[in-house]
């Protein structure tokens, strides 16, 4: 694959991953996860058209969800997280930031997840969320350190 793509491909993770940060800052709780939910989903169906591979809905919701489990342990603390803002001033504050990065990181879990299998030619039909577990993991870490990177002030 030349680096073009892989550039390109990555730009639009990034950008992604930035833009679903944002609705963990908003005050109405669970409203930002069926956002972050509909920022994965399309950053999903831009890297299928980036690699010219058919997109599905359905089947973009199914491995987006499958991969997110994988953290399941955290999704009570997700959920707390979005609860937690609607409690005014600290909570909305405390409850934004994590709410926020967790959303940032796992967007960008979810697209190095996606671009590895599509690099190796795979489509979103032949995808087996289980293959990338470890992966996704791996990724999500990455994915905190790129957000943390970003927000540096240079």
Known sequence: MEQ?????AEQIIRNHAWFSA???F?????IDIVTI??????????LCTFYGREYSEERGKSITTA?????????????TRS???????IGWVLG??????????ST?????????HFDQGGTLHDMNPENFKKFYKEQLEKGKAVLNNMLKIK
């Open 83 to 89: 609860i937690l803002k609607s409690i005014p001033g």
């Open 108 to 116: 960008w879990a979810t697209g190095m997840v996606f671009k590895e």
């Open 26 to 30: 908003w005050p109405i709780p669970l």
């Open 37 to 46: 939910t509909a920022v994965q989903l399309d950053m999903v169906k831009q």
């Open 22 to 24: 944002l609705p963990g």
């Open 4 to 8: 073009v793509e892989i550039k390109s």
């Open 67 to 79: 991969l997110i489990s994988t953290t399941m342990g955290r999704i009570p603390g997700y959920m």
């Open 96 to 105: 934004g930031i994590s709410m926020s990065a967790f959303a940032g990181a």
